[in-house]
């Protein structure tokens, strides 16, 4: 539908420099670079974790319970699995899943809440009322509810923990639904006969999206703690799985060998820290407001 | 250029009698609910426009004036069916619009387009401006090819390149937007548009070059124009018709020199009377009008003569019954009890002015 006049393409490689400089000035603060090196550490760990492991995860390696030694750093569990290992190997149950209840999340709720936004009446009315309702449990007794109706599993807490979240980003979409849908451009996109989801697609969701998405990336965080609090109760991952809210419960029972939840621990600390600095970055990239502060 | 129905009409012929106008409204009435604060029970209602109607012949300009607040850009959304009129009618072309089913309505809106206040606001950041531009035609089905050289045309015509295409609205000065806003909004081929303050968010030295280039497009494609403006001066050598409103209602309306050389109402000779004058001898003898206070709020609206409160000729009947908008003599429409005709602009009466201002 574009119609493309090609030219020398200046006005494309200038944005392209203003984006390349904003990135550069979020690199030099000093907190938001500590919060991109972390999470880029942990993205490199999910990925190429199984390359270079010092050990198995699943196998027992070495003594039960021995303290941090040049051999196994965070020493080793009652099984005699290496715990560094495991915390490793943590990352790539925690990480991904995170991130996926977060999309799921923002796809869900952020399309109910745009709808409820954008149409308004009873439409609005019955999103709401189910958000209201939603919010109105403290999230880890949701999530535990939900968990335990369907089951532990991992697979069963993410869908907890959607049912926890969406409500969140059906609120926020909805908010800013309804600043744009009176600003000028819309009436424009009205005025040349767009139909109503047309300009919900392309004139509405587009420029709502980025302060949710900096908002996605502060959650996720929360989210890491969230997946790690219902395996921590034995909700998430089953025992085997080196997933850090169950290698905590593990280490609870151990409770002298205090290496075996405290690696879990800073795990989590360091990827909490790493995206919420991250996230503070990006919001003062985007939005205006603050940073003009 | 085809797509009109009626025929043997020339573009830019003023009709009279009983030809159909190209667009006709009747107390055309537009109110916004009310939130009550806290603890307050039932739904007020603000009346933005209360009962205004006119009509609009083919390659005319109406220009509706007043201050802000008083309706006027509501009215012109209400015509173009951005928002949709509480009561009253609006007919387009003998069609009334609010007949049209939703489907219907969107087929027509070719027919009838808005350029916006502020062009930064009203250009979707995120869309090239050929994505904009091309957005309108590709809705109405017109073909790619077709379409590539209207927008080339219009380019042109407003002086923009078309490598300008690839680029986005950030990129363009607020002059240069205006002039993207006025290209979409002709790329359909309207027989109508509605500006709504087009020059009013540009500086001054790029408003007389927009309000030249409406001019010409209007001659060239035989537009009718809905001009809105708060400034009387602005739309002086733009437009045929003037209406000037007050609180959702039109207190006078007449041609351009009607209005300007013989106002006879008492909020249009204060208007008038605001306006600078370019000659400064004639500046300093003119008589002054100052109105006191702020308009009332149209919540609740004064009885009567909506404008009593700020008038200085009120008398008691003004109070108690509200004057229809008739002629009282002078050949147009004043909706006063005491209605005085005059020339403001250079208090002497009776005596034509030649471009004074």
Excluded at chain 2, 73 to 93: H, K, M, N, Q, Y
Aim: aromatic share 6%; glycine share 10%; hydrophobic share 45%.
């Amino acid at each position: 539908m574009t119609v493309s006049v090609t030219t020398s393409g200046s006005g494309m490689s200038a944005q392209r420099v203003s984006r390349i400089k904003a990135v550069g000035g979020l690199l030099r603060h000093p907190a938001i670079a500590f919060g991109v090196m972390i999470s880029a550490a942990w993205l490199v760990v999910v990925l190429t974790v199984h390359w270079w492991a010092p050990y198995d995860p699943y196998e027992s390696v070495g003594e039960r319970l021995r303290s941090p030694n040049g051999d196994h750093w965070f020493g080793t569990d009652a099984l005699g699995r290496d715990v560094f290992t495991r915390v490793l190997y943590g990352a790539r149950q925690s990480l991904p899943i995170s991130v996926a209840v977060i999309a799921c999340a923002l796809l869900i709720g952020g399309l109910l809440g745009a709808v409820a936004g954008y149409f308004g009446k009873r439409v609005d009315t019955v999103v709401m009322r189910l958000v209201d309702v939603t919010m109105a449990f403290p999230p880890i007794l949701l999530a535990m509810a939900v968990a335990a109706a369907l089951g532990p599993g991992l697979r069963n807490g993410f869908i907890a923990m959607v049912v926890v979240w969406w409500p969140i980003y059906a609120r926020l979409l909805r908010a800013q639904v309804m600043a744009m849908k009176h600003k000028e451009h819309v009436e424009a996109a009205v005025s040349i006969g767009a139909t109503r989801s047309r300009i919900l697609r392309r004139h509405v969701l587009p420029l709502s999206f980025t302060g949710v998405m900096v908002n996605a990336t502060v959650d996720l965080g929360q989210v890491v703690l969230l997946t790690a609090s219902l395996s921590f109760l034995g909700l998430g991952a089953l025992p085997p799985a080196p997933e850090w809210g169950a290698m905590i419960t593990e280490g609870a029972k151990n409770f002298y060998q205090w290496w075996i939840a405290l690696a879990p621990g800073l795990a989590m600390v360091t990827v909490v820290l790493g995206i919420n600095f991250l996230g503070d970055g990006l919001r003062d990239v985007l939005d205006v407001k603050v940073a003009s502060k | 250029m085809t797509g009109s129905t009626s025929e043997g009409v020339l573009p830019g012929e003023v009709q009279t009698g009983s030809e159909t106008p190209l667009l006709r409204v009747r107390d055309l009435v537009k109110s916004f609910p009310v939130r009550g604060g806290v603890g307050r029970r039932g739904k007020s209602f603000v009346q933005a426009v209360a009962g205004v109607s006119f009509d609009l012949s083919r390659g005319e300009t109406l220009s509706l004036v007043g201050e802000s607040g008083c309706g006027k850009s509501t009215t012109a959304r209400c015509v173009v069916r951005i928002l949709d009129p509480t009561s009253g009618s609006v007919e387009f072309d003998g069609i009334d619009l609010n007949g049209l089913s939703a489907d219907d309505l969107r087929r027509s809106r070719r027919r009838f387009q808005m350029v916006f206040q502020d062009p930064q606001a009203s250009l979707n950041p995120r869309m090239t401006i050929g994505q904009t531009l091309s957005e309108p035609l590709h809705i109405h089905g017109v073909d790619p090819a077709e379409s590539r050289d209207r927008i080339r045309e219009l380019m042109s015509l407003v002086q923009l390149r078309d490598g300008d295409l690839d680029r986005y609205p950030h990129q363009f000065s607020g002059g240069q937007r205006q002039r993207i806003g006025i290209v979409r909004a002709l790329v359909l081929r309207p027989e109508l548009i509605a500006l709504d303050e087009p020059v009013s968010a540009l500086d001054v030295s790029i408003q007389a070059e927009i309000i030249r280039l409406l001019e010409r497009l209007r001659d060239q494609f035989g537009l009718a124009y809905l001009f809105i403006a708060h400034d009387l001066s602005v739309v002086r050598h733009l437009s045929d018709q003037v209406a000037v409103m007050y609180l959702g209602t039109i207190v006078e309306s007449g041609s351009n020199s009607d209005v300007y050389d013989n106002s006879a109402h008492p909020y249009t000779q204060a208007l008038l009377a605001a306006a600078p004058i370019p000659d400064p001898r004639i500046e300093r003898t003119r008589p002054r009008i100052v109105l006191a206070g702020d308009p009332p709020s149209p919540i609740n609206p004064p009885t009567g003569c909506r404008f009593r409160t700020r008038c200085w000729k009120a008398q008691p009947r003004c109070a108690e019954e509200e004057p229809v908008l008739a002629d009282p003599g002078i050949g147009h429409l004043v909706a006063c009890h005491y209605p005085e005709a005059s020339n403001v602009i250079t208090s002497r009466p009776d005596r034509p002015i030649g471009g004074a201002l």
